[in-house]
């Protein structure tokens, strides 16, 4: 059913979009997108050990370091400083160094555009989509980045200042070009409205 005012300012207006409309595919979208941020939350045991993996595929296929992954224990296991399988140290991945606490944000964010902004809904997904996969890039990169700095400065210097200083920097970059796509995405629609009202 329309609603009869936003029909008739679509007749007075035949360019305006109508974003009144809520029921349907973004709608579905909208509760999915929130469903899905509650889900990652609730499994987020499971999605650290994805990580891990993710970590683990990137430095073996990307950089050659020898790993062993197990996801049970959400770690990462590799060799350093040439040294071979028998030295190797773990990366886990705690809670406070997963993107589950950064992509759910993304997810909520989107739930919320769709079912109560008024940006184009094929916009709002492709903002969170390019949002989402920084994230977790960002993330994957992270880990790498710690396990090729405990190769070049060892276990001590490298760990602390991979993952203290450069791997904080590296996610707070990421944040915010993930926020950028949402600011962008969101920003030139309503520009482009704006213009055309």
């Known amino acids: ?3 009869p005012d936003a029909a008739a300012d679509a007749v007075r207006d035949p360019g305006r979009r109508q974003t009144t409309d809520r029921g349907g595919p973004r709608t579905f979208a909208g509760v999915g997108a929130l469903s899905a941020a ?6 987020e045991g499971w999605y650290r050990g994805v990580e891990a993996a993710l970590a683990g595929r990137a430095l073996s296929g990307l950089l050659g370091f020898p790993v062993m992954i ?3 224990l959400r770690t990462v296991f590799f060799a350093f400083d040439g040294t071979g399988p028998a030295h190797m140290l773990g990366l886990q991945v705690t809670l406070g160094c997963s993107s589950d606490l950064l992509l759910a944000p993304v997810l909520l964010f989107t739930g919320l555009l769709l079912l109560f902004g008024h940006s184009s809904a094929p916009r709002v997904l492709l903002a969170a989509l390019v949002a989402a996969a920084v994230v977790v890039l960002v993330n994957t990169l992270r880990l790498v980045l710690i396990a090729v700095l405990v190769d070049w400065w060892g276990v001590e210097t490298g760990f602390g200042w991979g993952h203290t200083l450069f791997g904080s920097v590296l996610t707070l970059a990421g944040m915010a070009v993930a926020l950028g796509v949402f600011v962008v995405a969101v920003g030139r629609e309503r520009r482009g409205g704006a213009r055309a009202a």
């Open 1 to 3: 059913m329309t609603d």
């Open 38 to 43: 509650v889900l990652l939350l609730l499994s």
């Open 70 to 72: 197990s996801r049970p």
